[in-house]
Antibody, heavy 119, light 108 residues
Framework: QVQLVESGGGVVQPGKSLRLSCAAS????????MHWVRQTPGKGLEWLAV????????YYADSVKGRFTISRDDSHNALFLQMDTLRPEDTAVYFC????????????WGQGTLVTVSS | EIVLTQSPATLSLSPGDRATLSCRAS??????LAWFQQRPGQAPRLLIF???NRAPGIPARFSGSGSGTDFTLTISSLEPEDSAVYFC??????????FGPGTKVELK
């Protein structure tokens, strides 16, 4: 069965960086686009970024464009989110999600990892 | 950016009742709308995609309808495990993909 497991969350100071990982199993990872989505009590679910299965085409939300970078390593079935210049408003639970076929249908989600940006 | 609004914010019903949840888009999304269920402490779970298609393994009591700007998720007969927050999401015009704020379904 499809499994997505996020890791790398924690407490980080404003202005610092953090790299999230998502380990995928149960499907042919290289065939599918992958997303990052975050959730806060105040703003709800916020889509952040998507990477196509070939890895070349990436799209971002304006709120993170230029600060966050999505990438993937198909040889290790892994998805990443490099988060730079973190702000307190980036505090959230971060989910990775599989796309059903680069169509924006997020058919499987991980359990999430909590990122807290605080001094 | 397409904004999704959901109503009501909270729905308090009894097991066996019918639940009707609404999602409205700020502009037409055709039928490119999905519904998710999120139980406390869990990840969102895809219920419906493209307005009316149930995802694999989703019980038949969940159904979706609508097109353009107005959509409905119906739970025909509530079970205790349906207590959750339900979100809609559009994939018509992206980036960004956008989500609604959610409707909380509480069972009495």
């Amino acid at each position: 069965q499809v499994q997505l497991v996020e890791s790398g969350g924690g407490v980080v100071q404003p202005g610092k960086s953090l790299r999230l990982s998502c380990a995928a199993s149960g499907f042919t990872f290289s065939d599918y686009g992958m997303h990052w989505v975050r959730q806060t009590p105040g703003k709800g679910l916020e889509w952040l970024a998507v990477i196509r299965n070939e890895g070349r085409h990436k799209y971002y939300a304006d709120s993170v464009k230029g600060r966050f970078t999505i990438s993937r390593d198909d040889s290790h079935n892994a998805l990443f989110l490099q988060m730079d210049t973190l702000r307190p408003e980036d505090t959230a639970v971060y989910f990775c999600a599989k796309d059903a076929g680069m169509k924006g249908i997020l058919d499987y989600w991980g359990q999430g990892t909590l990122v807290t940006v605080s001094s | 950016e397409i904004v999704l609004t959901q109503s009501p914010a909270t729905l308090s019903l009894s097991p066996g009742d019918r639940a009707t949840l609404s999602c409205r888009a700020s502009q037409s999304v055709s039928t490119y709308l999905a519904w998710f269920q999120q139980r406390p402490g869990q990840a969102p779970r895809l219920l419906i995609f493209d307005a009316s298609n149930r995802a694999p393994g989703i019980p038949a009591r969940f159904s979706g309808s609508g097109s353009g700007t107005d959509f409905t998720l119906t739970i025909s007969s509530l079970e205790p495990e349906d207590s959750a927050v339900y979100f809609c999401q559009q994939r018509s015009n992206w980036p960004p993909f956008t989500f609604g704020p959610g409707t909380k379904v509480e069972l009495k």
